[in-house]
């Protein structure tokens, strides 16, 4: 996921969700048939309060999940199965940026157990435990031997 | 698995009680600037979006265009 706007993910039914998650919001989300080339639904009107790089199904109860950016960044979660006309966020957990977690999710991600997966722009991973509840623990990794970004550079050093 | 910035280039995390993660390449889509992507377990590829078309990425690297589902406008995902 790249960390300019937009984002998706694959729902338990093989269908593709994909949002234009600028700052503005609310925002249009479709959800496709990848197979036939369709779109199956449109959502013109999705909040994701605040800008979201990213969000992930999860397998426990099919909400998607993200991380907002504001002034912090705050886990939420959007029922995009069930909103119809307006789809508004619930907040879950807010956290800002620390020597352990530096910028907002660039890419999020969730195991069969339902942990919450995260890593940020330098390469800083967490995994947040818990969700759906409000009683979250958060883990972080430190970041990896490699940031992103570091490879596209060496390419193009080298052309 | 993520997808970093342009030229995409997807990473593979690998995480460790107690160690730092560790990225390793995975392959370059290259020509394309990819987004919303996820992985879709009914036929093991993954998917994404190009401009207002789907893509599918295939684990050599390789990427078929699907077409635009209808998706009206340009460049819905940038």
């Known amino acids: 996921m790249r960390a300019v706007g937009n984002a998706g993910d694959f729902d338990s039914d093989g269908y593709l969700w994909t949002c234009a998650t600028t700052a503005i919001n609310p925002v249009t989300c479709y959800k496709l048939d990848v197979t036939n080339k369709t779109i199956v ?3 013109n009107n999705v909040d994701f309060g605040g800008a979201a790089n990213d969000f992930s199904f999860s397998p426990l109860d099919g909400k998607a999940y ?4 504001t002034s912090t960044f705050t886990v939420q979660s ?9 789809c508004s966020p619930t907040p879950l957990y807010s956290f800002s940026a620390s020597a352990n977690f530096t910028t907002a999710p660039i890419g999020t991600f969730f195991d069969s157990l339902n942990n919450f997966y995260l890593v940020d722009n330098n390469g800083y991973v967490a995994v947040i435990f818990g969700l759906p509840s409000t009683s979250l623990t ?9 940031k992103l970004g570091e490879r596209e550079r060496d390419m193009q050093e080298a052309n | 698995m993520i997808l970093t910035d342009d030229p995409p280039i997807l990473e593979k995390i690998l995480l460790a009680t107690g160690s730092p993660p560790t990225f390793s390449y995975y392959f370059t889509a290259s020509g394309y600037q990819i987004n919303s992507i996820g992985y879709r377990r009914q036929d093991n590829y993954i998917y994404g979006m190009s401009g207002n078309n789907i893509v599918r990425l295939d684990s050599g690297g390789g990427i078929t265009i699907i077409g635009n589902p209808g998706i009206p406008g340009s460049s819905f995902c940038t």
């Open chain 1, 78 to 86: 959007l029922d995009l199965q069930t909103c119809s006309s307006s």
């Open chain 1, 41 to 43: 639904l449109t959502l």
């Open chain 1, 138 to 146: 958060v883990q972080y990794f430190g970041n990896g031997t490699r």
């Open chain 1, 66 to 69: 993200f991380v907002a950016q």
